[in-house]
Structures are given as C-alpha cells and as structure tokens.
C-alpha cells in the first residue's frame, strides 16, 4: 500500500550504517514512523531535523508494517532560529510531547495545525511562548482532555473566571473558589480574554498545561513528560524576558 501526505519531523533515530528511521506527524495520516534508505548520508540528513517540512510518500506491504519513505524537503524551518536556545527548546518541546503522546495511524488535525502554527511564530520570533501554550491545550484537547476555560464549575456563569479546578479541569471564578484557593490551579488571563500575556502569567500557563498533561496523559501510561519540555519550561520560567516570546 501507499500514500502521499505532508508532514514535520519529530525524531529520528539510526538503523544500521546508512539508514534512519523517520517520525513525522503528518496533515492526513496522524503520527507515523517508515524507514529512509540512505538517511544517514551526508546529502540527506540536512533534511530530517525536527520541525521540518517534507514532502512524504509512504510504502509498506501492510498497513501495519514499519514501511519506507521517500521524503523531499518542502521548508527548513529550525534553520531561521538555529541559534536562539529558547525557540528551538519550545520546538523540541513540541516535537517530543507529540511523540510521545499521539497514537499512531490515526488523524490529528488539530495537533497538526498546532504544530504548523507554532512554527509560524517561532518564524516570525513573535508570541511563541504564548502560541506553544496553546499548543499544549490543543494537545489536550486533541487527545480527549480539553479544558473548559469558558465557564465557572460552580456557578455557570463566566465573570471573573481566575482559577482551574485539578479535578475536572474547568473554571472556577474567584467569589466561588476563594474557600479553596490553596487547592486551585491559576488560570492565566490571556487565556481567558486575550491579550499580552506576561512572563508570570505564561509561567502560569505552562504549570496548568503540564499538570494536565502529567495527571491525565503521562501519569496512567507510568510514564513521565519528556525531558525536552522540562528544559524549555526551565529556560522560560527563569529568565524574566526573552525576545519575541510575547
């Protein structure tokens, strides 16, 4: 069998002398692995490096084989930021939690408009910290655990919404959880009503997406979120401004 589809890179790993086994996740087909011939040239491998788009063509025997790829590089994206450490630590972040927690051979369309656009931001050096927040609640969302950030648990109503409940992931507005605020999760404002997010409020934004991501997605599977994203939100949630991240 075959398909033709467009797709990010999110890893790769050697398999033998020459050859890589390639991870995308791509527009129509959802996260998927197949073998590149040859990857580990000097003349291909420029091409496989995370956050790049290509142009795939899949073939395997069966669905469920590993297969092949024949894939032309359509947009080298990291290399506009290859030298700024906190955009490529936001891409590798993304790469590695849609890695872990996409299942495979299965369409992902909001986790690839996410993907594609992150990339865009962390192009243009603008608003890439708060659009990779965003990613992180699409994430959610994409794998049946989005957050209701619209309406208070308690009340209904949606006025002055300041905290999350870590229980069932919805709003709660600050007359109705102020007996429990101990036990509340912040709810940044950007995310509520916009705006310019400042760098407590995405520190913010990153605490609630990972406390999701640990307790519904990784926690059950006994695993632990990826290192990658422990060192973007480390070089975010310690540094009091980096360019273009808002």
């Given at each position: 069998?075959?398909?033709?589809?467009?797709?990010?890179?999110?890893?790769?790993r050697?398999?033998?002398?020459?050859?890589?086994?390639?991870?995308?996740?791509?527009?129509?087909?959802?996260?998927?692995?197949?073998?590149?011939?040859?990857?580990?040239?000097?003349?291909?491998?420029?091409?496989?490096?995370?956050?790049?788009?290509?142009?795939?063509?899949?073939?395997?025997?069966?669905?469920?084989h590993?297969?092949?790829?024949?894939?032309e590089?359509?947009?080298?994206?990291?290399?506009?930021?290859?030298?700024?450490?906190?955009?490529?630590?936001?891409?590798?972040?993304?790469?590695?939690?849609?890695?872990?927690?996409?299942?495979?051979?299965?369409?992902?369309?909001?986790?690839?408009?996410?993907?594609?656009?992150?990339i865009?931001?962390?192009?243009s050096?603008?608003?890439?910290?708060?659009?990779?927040?965003?990613?992180?609640?699409?994430?959610?969302?994409?794998?049946g655990?989005?957050?209701?950030?619209?309406?208070?648990?308690?009340?209904?109503?949606?006025?002055?919404?300041?905290?999350?409940?870590?229980?069932?992931?919805?709003?709660?507005?600050?007359?109705?959880?102020?007996?429990?605020?101990?036990?509340?999760?912040?709810?940044?404002?950007?995310?509520?009503?916009?705006?310019?997010?400042?760098?407590?409020?995405?520190?913010?934004?990153?605490?609630?997406?990972?406390?999701?991501?640990?307790r519904?997605?990784?926690?059950?599977?006994?695993?632990k979120?990826?290192?990658?994203?422990?060192?973007?939100?480390?070089?975010?949630?310690?540094?009091?401004?980096?360019?273009?991240?808002?």
């Amino acid at each position: 069998m075959e398909w033709h589809d467009t797709g990010f890179v999110l890893a790769t790993r050697k398999h033998g002398e020459r050859a890589l086994v390639l991870h995308v996740l791509t527009r129509e087909h959802g996260r998927r692995a197949g073998l590149v011939r040859n990857g580990q040239s000097a003349r291909q491998r420029g091409a496989y490096v995370i956050g790049n788009r290509l142009d795939l063509t899949w073939r395997a025997r069966l669905a469920e084989h590993l297969g092949t790829f024949r894939a032309e590089l359509e947009n080298s994206h990291a290399a506009l930021f290859i030298d700024d450490g906190p955009r490529l630590a936001a891409l590798a972040a993304a790469a590695a939690l849609a890695l872990m927690t996409l299942p495979e051979q299965e369409p992902h369309p909001r986790a690839w408009r996410g993907i594609r656009e992150l990339i865009a931001a962390l192009e243009s050096n603008r608003g890439w910290a708060e659009r990779y927040v965003r990613w992180e609640l699409d994430l959610l969302a994409e794998l049946g655990f989005g957050l209701d950030l619209a309406r208070c648990a308690a009340t209904g109503g949606n006025d002055n919404l300041i905290y999350v409940s870590p229980r069932s992931g919805q709003a709660v507005s600050a007359s109705a959880g102020e007996p429990y605020r101990g036990k509340l999760l912040s709810l940044p404002q950007f995310l509520v009503n916009g705006g310019r997010p400042s760098a407590a409020e995405l520190a913010d934004g990153l605490v609630l997406t990972g406390f999701f991501l640990e307790r519904r997605v990784a926690g059950p599977q006994g695993r632990k979120l990826p290192a990658a994203r422990a060192r973007f939100v480390d070089a975010i949630c310690h540094r009091p401004t980096i360019d273009g991240w808002v």
